[in-house]
């Protein structure tokens, strides 16, 4: 059984950064890919970035050279390293895996 638990949300002002934490237990190794999914209030729950074991990434085109995802395999934690923070950035923000489970999200919200 796999959990991902999430950490690292909150209130920050437009222009600004936060890091999100994902912190993997569990039969980690069935694991290939992880992601981080957001949704705003009223929205669907969209795909943000992914990372695979290998180290490839992708990202949706609004967050391009502003996030980034990343791993620490010796932690067993994936990391959404955000900067320039808009208020449009504003939800609740998942991670997940390929295999469908997810954790039960971190607010961000970013407003003056």
């Known amino acids: 059984q796999v959990q991902l638990v999430e950490s690292g949300g909150g209130l920050v002002q437009p222009g600004g950064s936060l890091r999100l934490s994902c912190a993997v237990s569990?039969?980690?190794?069935?694991?290939?890919?992880m992601g981080w999914y957001r949704q705003g209030p009223g929205d669907r729950r969209d795909m943000v970035a992914l990372?695979?074991?290998?180290?490839?990434?992708s990202y949706v085109d609004s967050v391009k050279g502003r996030f980034t995802i990343s791993r620490d395999s010796a932690k067993n934690t994936v990391y959404l390293q955000m900067n320039s923070l808009k208020p449009e950035d504003t939800a609740v923000y998942y991670c997940?895996?390929?295999?469908?489970?997810w954790g039960q999200g971190t607010q961000v919200t970013v407003s003056s």
């Open positions: 990372i695979t074991n290998s180290g490839s990434t």
């Open positions: 569990g039969s980690i190794s069935v694991i290939h890919v």
């Open positions: 997940c895996d390929h295999l469908g489970h």
